[in-house]
């Protein structure tokens, strides 16, 4: 059985990805950072992780960019999982009893027109939402917790109110990786490479273009900067297309004439999208 | 005098920033978030603001991009703030008496070589580098924050080590807002805009060519998620040159030709960098 590692507590957003991604064939592990999912893949102790690296409401992930950057592990696939939070709590209590919500700061924040209606309850940031749904399940206190409702399954709890979220538009983008690429055909082939420009003049005009002249469809640009180069960035691209294609493969070549440095990422199958 | 505001306790490097832009000449009006900062402008209890925008190993500060684009306030300057943490206490205790040192996260990170080094003190994340340094003068604990000299002499506390963190590439780049752009001449003008574009083919490479064809020097291009809009984003972009140059007139009028909407945050001087 394939074991995959993803970072938060049982019945975090990036099991639910790893588990529909894998359609359950999977022994799950566990991990405290982003940066353990890395080093399990790197040890041989997990063949895959699965790591968010985008939010439709927040942006980016960028210690998931640093990280391939850093690790230049393949990306063997991707998907879009639509973020649904609820309230879970340890009884069927009346939403008047409950003193105490605990959950991410970013989950309370997505939450916050349904908790404003709550006045009789405390709001408390936690690390984690599945970590907050532990936590309530082994508590004495009349709490509750905004998780996913598959946390409610892993921890015994109820489910007090469904989709408490405010925009119906929240969908996370996450990646699978591997050590080694998956070797396959592709319906909608997409690749993912980082760069760093020369510093010459237009040079990132000069970079799109090499793109743009060869009509393929430029997905996602993100940059991050270069730790020891102040104002300095590395630029991260996602395109339409196999980087086996020859017409890839010559603007690969041409944008090679105007970086100091490219890395490949792979190609993988466009994402699925999942919802709830 | 002049009122600025900043988001951080007394001490916090925003505060430090302001000082150097305005060269003292100002009253100071601390805040607890971005988003009182750009409030206090908006209900005029303020003149100015000082955010930041982007740390050279951290990255882009989402929140304050986000927030420019909401308010649309002009940006009337900016400039670059080296980084240099310290390591402060009541008394001029023995590294080797110390029990706890409190700082932000970022702050522990950056200083992370020091603090491995220190085996006799826990260590606790705060919200704020400055507010660290506020509850230590306060404790009767043998305490320590690493925080900015200024929040040394703010809050009456020693000097213990000097320029700890990691790597001396660790600069902050900060913007000051206002209700009404500066009216002057510039030595060396950069502007900023937003754009959100059209769904048209090569749509990014497009915009970029606005620029390229009149060799306007693009600086810097950031990209944020659009809430309603999943995965689509809206471009940030700062280049050299005063929105009011014919050349930077016609590049806009022809990115409006594949943009759904344009914002101009106007023209100021290049930032200076200021060290320590």
Redesign the interface.
Same mark, same amino acid.
């Given at each position: 059985m394939k074991k995959v590692a993803f970072q938060g507590e049982r019945g975090a957003f990036s099991e639910i990805a790893a588990v529909r991604y894998f359609n359950n064939n999977i022994s799950l592990s566990p991990s405290l950072s982003f940066s353990e999912v890395f080093e399990k893949i790197n040890h041989g102790k997990v063949q895959y992780g699965v790591v968010p690296i /985008?939010?439709? &409401?927040?942006?980016s992930v960028?210690e998931t960019y640093d990280l391939l950057s850093e690790y230049s592990f393949p990306i063997i696939g991707e998907l879009?999982l639509q973020i649904k939070h609820n309230l879970l709590a340890k009884k069927n209590y009346n939403l008047k009893e409950v003193k105490k919500i605990y959950s991410h700061p970013q989950a309370l924040g997505q939450c916050s027109a349904f908790l404003k209606k709550i006045k009789s309850a405390e709001i408390f940031p936690f690390y984690d939402t599945a970590g907050a749904a532990k936590i309530i399940s082994d508590s004495e206190e009349v709490s509750a917790a905004i998780a996913s409702s598959e946390a409610a399954k892993i921890y015994g709890l109820k489910i007090l109110r469904r989709n408490i979220q405010n925009?119906e538009?929240n969908?996370t *983008?996450f990646l699978v990786l591997g050590k080694r690429p998956a070797a396959k055909k592709y319906k909608k082939p997409k690749s993912s490479i980082c760069f760093e420009l020369k510093s010459i %003049?237009?040079a &990132?005009?000069?970079a &799109?273009?090499v793109?743009?002249l060869r /009509?393929i469809? &430029?997905l996602k640009? /993100?940059? *991050? %900067?270069i %730790?020891?180069? %102040?104002?300095q960035y590395l630029f991260y691209v996602d395109f339409q297309g196999n980087l086996d294609d020859e017409v890839i493969k010559l603007a690969v070549a041409h944008l090679a004439e105007i970086s100091l440095e490219i890395q490949k990422f792979g190609t993988y199958e466009t994402g699925k999208t999942f919802y709830g």
């Open positions: /985008e939010n439709s &409401l927040y942006g960028f879009n925009n538009n969908f *983008r %003049p237009g &990132l005009f000069k &799109l273009s793109f743009a /009509e469809d &430029l640009i /993100e940059s *991050r %900067p %730790p020891h180069k %102040p104002f």
